[in-house]
């Protein structure tokens, strides 16, 4: 449930054609802060429904199931990298390329994750919209800027899956925060405008003030 509730109520999106996680939740059962068992769906309790899709805070219960729209297995193309980075500069110049990529490859229906772990750069996209040569000529300029910023050792791909659980079992281990650590996550959408900007390195740099694990979605 811990895995459901992380991608289906806080909107992840991979295969932008099935649209975001919370946009398939057709139900979802929780036990309230008051202890009463109840259904949240958009007939019955349609506050605690919205809410519980990402529309407040993450303190309403305990969810105990969730009903969810699936959709037929689509075949996409996906690029990857996982850079190692020493140099500061280096990786908020690789986020700034990152950002001002990021309306072209919306438009293309990538969609994924990315973000700073623990010292690394990383970015898992996957498009059902494009070919494999498509996405080679799209991310190949990107895997050779990174690979050309001093402090960085690169592993890069790009490839086809058929499903959805090969393109997650072909990603390598991210690394995360030590077990125990003190966290705190939270969200924020930002508007499209934000990334259509003449300087992505202030942003990136903004960005990067955050905190010392950056996810990027």
């Avoid at 806080?10 to 295969?15: A, D, I, K, M, P």
């Avoid at 805070?57 to 689509?74: A, E, I, L, Q, R």
């Avoid at 791909?157 to 659980?165: E, G, H, L, S």
Wanted: with cysteine; aromatic share 10%.
């Amino acid at each position: 449930m811990a895995l459901v509730s992380q991608i289906h109520l806080q909107g992840r999106v991979v295969l932008t054609n099935c649209s975001a996680g919370v946009d398939n939740v057709l139900e979802i059962a929780i036990v309230t802060a008051d202890g009463e068992h109840v259904i949240a769906n958009s007939c019955r309790n349609e506050d605690l429904f919205w809410a519980l899709r990402g529309g407040g805070g993450g303190t309403w219960g305990v969810v105990t199931s969730v009903t969810y729209k699936t959709h037929p297995y689509t075949p996409f193309s996906s690029a990857f990298f996982l850079a190692n980075s020493t140099d500061a500069d280096s990786t908020q110049n690789i986020l700034a390329e990152i950002i001002r990529l990021t309306p072209s490859l919306v438009e293309q229906g990538y969609g994924g994750y990315g973000g700073t772990f623990a010292g690394q750069i990383v970015l898992a996209v996957a498009s059902p919209n494009v070919t494999a040569e498509e996405t080679q000529t799209t991310f190949l300029p990107l895997f050779e800027f990174v690979a050309s910023q001093p402090g960085v050792s690169v592993q890069n791909a790009t490839a086809v899956y058929q499903d959805p659980r090969s393109w997650y079992e072909a990603l390598p281990p991210i690394p995360a925060e030590p077990i125990g650590a003190p966290s705190e996550i939270s969200s924020w959408l930002l508007p499209r405008d934000i990334f259509e900007t003449n300087r992505p390195g202030d942003l990136a740099a903004e960005l990067l003030k955050i905190t010392s694990v950056f996810g990027y979605l």
